[in-house]
């Protein structure tokens, strides 16, 4: 049986597991966590439609290290179960290869980096148009 204790040390709750584990919590970071600003990504079309392949669709505040990290977990899942069936008997060896190459090619959003998996905001660019960098002179 799994039992809750609470106590409080110096306003802080700390929760205690029977089995001794402990999780801190304060009203602090609840506040510190409201007032946080949630940035907001815009994603390519591509790599949208290939992020619904794998039924995945993105919040505006959803991060690309985070989606990756999911799309990374569904291929480990399938590459782990893909390699099961070779190992039960129901792939032929010498046809591993060519299936394991026809999955990869399910996730080719695991080739690109997350920075370009985002759409590039034109307004960047302009803001630091006709400012070269001025080099020094000795």
Do not use: F
Not at 31 to 46: C, H, L, M, S
């Amino acid at each position: 049986m799994v039992a809750w204790v609470v106590e409080s040390h110096g306003g802080v709750a700390i929760l205690r597991l029977s089995c001794g584990k402990r999780v801190a919590h304060t009203n602090r970071d609840a506040a510190k966590k409201r007032n946080e600003v949630t940035p907001i990504y815009r994603y390519d079309a591509r790599v949208l439609d290939a992020l619904a392949e794998h039924g995945l669709i993105p919040r505006p505040g959803t991060a690309p290290e985070q989606l990756r990290d999911a799309v990374r977990d569904l291929y480990r899942y399938e590459i782990k179960r893909l390699r099961r069936s070779l190992l039960a008997g129901h792939i032929a060896r010498r046809d591993y290869a060519g299936h394991v190459v026809a999955l990869r090619r399910k996730y080719p959003l695991l080739s690109v980096p997350t920075d370009l998996w985002l759409v590039r905001d034109p307004g960047a660019d302009e803001a630091h148009e006709g400012t070269e960098p001025q080099s020094k002179q000795s």
